[in-house]
């Protein structure tokens, strides 16, 4: 889980690659299954299509949403995996004795690992210290992530360490504003003429030259 999805996650390809038609192919595949089943099984058609129609509005597909991918935005499309898991259960429950104690057993399991998952991934919403940890280890290569981790090692005057984040996060994203600005304040109060002052001040001359041009 990650609160910040960005390409260094979902490596993004402008060609179609063995990966890129392996995933189209399984997601064709996944479509046609559930129009099939609706004159089969009913529920498991519907939840294979409720699936795909809930998230296609956020998708980015038919129109742009604004966003790569967010966890928020898969509540929906969500309900379709516990239809399917309750339509999987509901299935071996009817198996006899011993179906009964297998699908009961599962839908123990699921739900204490639910639970403690739910429990570990709150930790990280504790405080803003936390946050910033939580998004630099499962996306280390965001730059968002290393300049928010700065700051919050800059707040807790820890500077060294505020700097290198800040570092790490201009190696990553050099034609980005924020993180140069992030490391040229950082040193010395962002002291007029310095390099890094220089360097965070024209990358935040381009970005805002080109906010300003596509306004226009």
Wanted: proline share 4%; net charge positive; aromatic share 8%.
């Amino acid at each position: 889980l990650c609160s910040d999805y960005d390409f260094s996650i979902i490596p993004k390809t402008t060609t179609l690659t063995a990966s890129a038609l392996l995933s189209l192919a399984i997601v064709a595949s996944i479509i046609v299954t559930g129009i099939v089943m609706l004159w089969r099984e009913r529920l498991s058609a519907f939840a294979i299509l409720f699936f795909f129609i809930t998230i296609s509005t956020v998708a980015n597909i038919a129109f742009p949403v604004g966003i790569l991918i967010a966890e928020r935005v898969l509540y929906l499309p969500s309900i379709s995996i516990c239809l399917l898991a309750g339509a999987g259960l509901e299935r071996l429950y009817r198996y006899g004795k011993s179906g009964k104690v297998v699908a009961i057993g599962l839908f123990c399991l699921l739900l204490l690992a639910a639970i403690g998952r739910d429990y570990y991934r709150n930790l990280d919403w504790q405080d803003d210290p936390s946050y910033a940890r939580a998004l630099v280890k499962v996306a280390p290569n965001n730059p968002k992530a290393r300049v928010s981790l700065g700051m919050q090692y800059n707040r807790n005057g820890q500077r060294l360490e505020a700097e290198e984040e800040m570092k790490k996060a201009v190696e990553l994203a050099p034609e980005h504003a924020r993180p140069a600005h992030g490391l040229g304040w950082r040193k010395g109060g962002v002291r007029c003429g310095s390099v890094d002052h220089r360097r965070g001040s024209s990358a935040l001359g381009s970005s805002a030259g080109l906010s300003s041009g596509t306004a226009n």
